[in-house]
């Protein structure tokens, strides 16, 4: 087992207790329940790994590099009406104040006054609430990500930061997936601004990361490669066709891989190879990769049979690019086997 790997979180992950989901119009139970972050962080600790707590906030200017200046002041203006009037939306609370959407900007030439209607213009869906500790919690998600590639640009190595809420679904102005912030598109910014040339962002997470995918668009030096399940049955269902690779200077960047329902270790195993020589073809400094583990034979939003142990194959197949390597947790929502998972897969890295 490598203890080598540190491990960064921000306790502010543990405020972050989203209740309930709408999901095809029922209240379901949220899936990212704080019990994500506690079994990851106990797994960890019973292998031996040392988890570093960080405190803060991450730098403004970071945040505006990825993120637009309203998005941020809406979550932030948000966060905080809902901490001053916690019944704010009474519809939906299950003992945690929190506003959903119910209506989308269908123009944008007005700006609602109430935030019932603003919400709307800043969510891309019914799944990622805003409650009164969410801007907090999602600055907490983006410094353990910046302090784990702090780390990095000092020492290299690998490095883990439990980023919870996850951020690969968080567009420039749009929240969704249950991600607020793109903690590894800023990352990779914090990364190209302190000298790093080319960043690979490698996301093996069962969705398509939309917002990732924005962020190197248009971009030479990020590279995006993404499996994830087709998004003709999968979510978020508008990107990660295999179509989509990027415009302008960034053609090619973007490499998606889209797989069907029941996809199982064999055929994921291929592709990961392709993935893999794609980016020693890209030549990155660094590699960032979103892990995610929803795609565990038994997770709850699953639709592909990967095991636990398979994730340490994964690891160990990253591991033989040799880069110094940020890994950035996205989904997984069984929370008995998630700290396994995670567990797993960093035992397939060897150290640098
Ligand atoms: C970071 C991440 O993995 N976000 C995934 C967001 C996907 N949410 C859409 C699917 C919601 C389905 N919830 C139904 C639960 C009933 N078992
Ligand atoms: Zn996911």
Request: glycine share 10%.
């Amino acid at each position: 087992m490598n203890h080598e790997i540190p491990v960064y979180f921000s306790n502010s992950t543990f405020l972050h207790k989203p209740q309930v989901e709408v999901h095809r119009g029922d209240e379901v139970m949220h899936p990212d329940q704080v019990g994500r972050a506690e079994s990851i962080l106990s797994a960890l600790r019973a292998h031996g790994f040392d988890c570093i707590s960080v405190s803060g906030q991450p730098h403004g200017d970071l945040l505006s590099a990825v993120h637009a200046p309203e998005y941020l002041a809406f979550l932030s203006e948000a966060s905080h009406a809902i901490a001053r009037r916690p019944s704010l939306d009474p519809q939906i609370d299950g003992g945690v104040a929190a506003i959903y959407p119910s209506t989308f900007a269908f123009t944008d030439n007005r700006r609602p006054r109430q935030l019932e209607g603003t919400i709307g213009r800043y969510a891309i869906d019914t799944y990622t609430p805003v409650m009164a500790s969410t801007y907090v919690a999602a600055r907490g998600s983006v410094l353990t990500a910046v302090r784990g590639a702090e780390h990095i640009i000092a020492e290299g190595g690998v490095v883990y930061a439990l980023t919870r809420p996850p951020g690969h679904h968080a567009m420039r102005d749009r929240m969704g997936g249950y991600c607020y912030l793109n903690n590894a598109a800023i990352a990779a910014q914090y990364f190209i601004g302190h000298g790093v040339l080319r960043v690979s962002i490698f996301d093996p997470d069962l969705h398509h990361g939309n917002g990732i995918q924005e962020y190197a668009w248009h971009r030479p030096d990020v590279q995006y490669i993404s499996i994830h399940g087709d998004p003709s049955y999968c979510y978020p269902f508008y990107t990660g066709y295999a179509d989509e690779e990027g415009e302008g200077l960034g053609v090619g960047t973007v490499i998606n891989y889209p797989l069907r329902k029941g996809t199982g270790e064999r055929t994921y195993h291929r592709v990961v190879r392709q993935a893999v020589s794609k980016i020693q073809e890209f030549g990155p400094d660094v590699l960032i990769v979103t892990a995610g583990f929803d795609t565990h034979k038994d997770d709850p939003l699953g639709t592909f049979r990967l095991s636990t142990g398979y994730y340490r194959t994964l690891a160990h197949e990253l591991d033989k690019l040799d880069l110094p390597t940020l890994v950035v947790q996205e989904g997984g929502y069984n929370v008995r086997s998630l700290g396994f998972n995670v567990v797993s897969f960093l035992s397939g890295f060897s150290m640098k």
